[in-house]
């Protein structure tokens, strides 16, 4: 009897503890996909912006500007606003909380697999120093906070 119930005690605990992980699990994946794109793929002209606000730049943005229409507005489009090549980074997707400064610099040097977009994949872009990419960003932060993607500058990107 003594066997019956523990086995009895073990199969409801480890019932309990599949239930609570199972509950875990699905609230972790509950976040801000849908609100950021990641659980969904773009067409190529969806959410693109028609007309981006070039507003002001500081020096470094400025350097960033014609670091980016040097290697960058091909794909990406005159301000960042996308083409039928790459998409728009003036886009609440690339916004700083859920596409951090990080993830521009390992796209840049690395390349990325497409995952918010119907474009294909990004191949990396050769010949920029860690130091030219942070410019770029700062011009993309500083087109970002123009349009009202974001309310501020992070305070990591060197404006």
């Known amino acids: 009897m003594a066997d019956f ?3 009895t005690v073990r199969v409801a605990s480890l019932s309990v503890l599949a239930a609570v992980t199972v509950l875990l699990i699905a609230a972790c994946g509950s976040g801000d996909e849908e609100e950021y794109g990641a659980s969904q793929t773009h067409d190529a002209h969806e959410s693109a912006p028609t007309a981006v ?7 470094t943005g400025l350097v960033g500007e014609k670091l980016f229409a ?4 091909q794909c990406h489009g005159e301000h960042a606003m996308g083409t039928n090549q790459g998409p728009p980074l003036v886009h609440q997707i690339y916004e700083p909380g859920h596409h951090g400064n990080a993830s521009f610099v390992i796209a840049v ?19 920029l120093s860690i130091d030219e990419i942070n410019q770029v960003i700062c011009y993309v932060r500083e087109l970002q906070l123009a349009n009202d993607i974001i309310d501020e500058i992070p305070a990591a990107t060197p404006c």
């Not at 606000?53 to 020096?59: C, L, Y």
């Not at 040097?70 to 507005?73: D, E, K, P, S, V």
């Not at 390349?111 to 010949?127: D, I």
């Open 53 to 59: 606000v070039a507003g002001q730049h500081s020096e």
């Open 70 to 73: 040097a290697n960058c507005m």
């Open 5 to 7: 119930v523990r086995r």
């Open 109 to 127: 040097a690395r390349g990325v697999r497409a995952h918010h977009w119907e474009f294909g994949n990004m191949p990396a872009v050769e010949g």
